[in-house]
């Protein structure tokens, strides 16, 4: 499992006056680590207030920049987020883990005459990377559906607007704005009869294309739902969640009370420690001290995922792993609570 490596931060710019992109000087020696499929994300590790902090943040940049670079966006009470866009400036140094994630756009095996993204927000970071992923290497087309407060409160909309101009025949742009009237975009939020729209005037066959989905939970669910409601394959629909509205404290009905010994493996080291089945299992595991993979602990991102070798849990949520995934053993720890007394998993299998 590859560790955090140590990187500087070569740029900061202002992108929205509560959003900032972060550009990261990549050393030669590190390039190897730092290769990335677009779509993917990295998580900063830092140290705030006296306390470690670990975010994930996704990837906006292209194969071809030659570096990592991400956005964040300011939200109420997020303590990296302000501190990236109050006080984070060039020069700086972070830890920074290697890319991961599922949510990739592959040149070379995703199959679709057009690819359509709906994204919402801070939504649009990951969506960015593919979309010059899918403009610069292939000849497929790109329709992307992006949605946002107001024309300032826009991530990336120069950008955008530049890729418009290079791509004009292959890259379609419908904004939204849900708190401003412009003549250059729809009025509201991405809902049914946005998706609607889209299938019915800016595609021949939607049935061909691939489908990418980022941003809020209510808006993947709506957009997902009548994706599929209109003939829509689901393998076709891809989606990434930056906000749950499920705060999710509660256990599995199926539960059991009392205590779990568990075996865990990660980096090549076993652990052996004992917790309540009321507990989550990265709970339990970050209160030994264990250096166990977690960045978001919502279930959002695929940081935590493990493989259960021997055992049994429940997981609160789970709208990442296939299941496909959850039949060859794969959970994310952080929303896994043990029902059988002996519980295995290797962090380092995944």
């Known amino acids: ?46 140290h705030l207030n006296g306390a470690e902090v670990r975010r994930s943040y996704s990837i906006c940049s292209g194969k071809e920049e030659n570096t ?39 040149a070379g095996k995703d199959q679709a005459s057009t690819v359509i993204a709906f994204a919402a927000g ?12 899918v403009l610069n290497k292939t000849q497929k087309n790109f329709i992307l559906v992006y949605g946002n407060k107001s024309l300032e409160e826009t991530m990336f909309h120069k ?15 419908q904004l939204l704005y849900s708190r401003e009237q412009n003549e250059d975009a729809l009025f509201g939020r991405i809902e049914r009869s946005t998706v609607n729209f889209i299938l019915k005037n800016k595609v021949d066959s939607p049935k061909n294309c691939l489908f990418y989905l980022c941003g809020p939970e209510e808006m993947i669910n709506n957009v997902s739902d009548t994706l599929v409601t209109q003939g829509i394959e689901k393998d076709k629909i891809k989606f990434e969640l930056f ?41 339990a595991v970050l209160k030994e001290d264990i250096d166990a993979p977690y960045s978001c602990q919502g279930g959002i991102c695929s940081s935590c995922i493990a493989r259960v ?14 299941d496909s995934e959850l039949e060859e053993g794969l959970i994310l720890t952080c929303q896994s609570h043990p029902v059988t007394s002996t519980l295995s998993i290797d962090y380092d299998d995944v």
């Open 1 to 46: 499992m590859e560790k955090y490596k140590h990187l500087n931060i070569s740029s900061i710019e202002r992108l929205t006056p509560s959003a900032v992109k972060v550009n990261f000087e990549i050393p030669e020696g590190e390039k190897e680590h730092f290769h990335f499929i677009p779509g993917q994300y990295i998580t900063i590790k830092t």
């Open 68 to 106: 990592i670079s991400v956005g964040i966006k300011k939200v109420e009470d997020g303590l990296f987020s302000k501190y990236a866009n109050d006080h984070l400036e060039s020069g700086v140094q972070l830890e920074v883990h290697p890319p991961e994630g599922r949510f990739t756009f592959d």
């Open 122 to 133: 801070s939504g649009i970071t990951p969506i960015m990377s593919i979309m010059k992923e």
């Open 159 to 173: 950008d955008i607007r530049n890729l418009v101009s290079e791509y004009p025949d292959r890259l379609q742009v």
């Open 243 to 283: 906000s749950s509205g499920d705060d999710s404290t509660e256990i599995p009905a199926t539960t059991h009370d009392g205590k779990t010994q568990v075996t865990v493996l990660v980096d090549d080291e076993e652990y052996t420690l004992v917790m309540d089945k009321k507990q989550r299992v990265l709970d």
């Open 309 to 322: 070798k021997e055992g049994k849990v429940e997981m609160v949520k789970n709208q990442i792993l296939t």
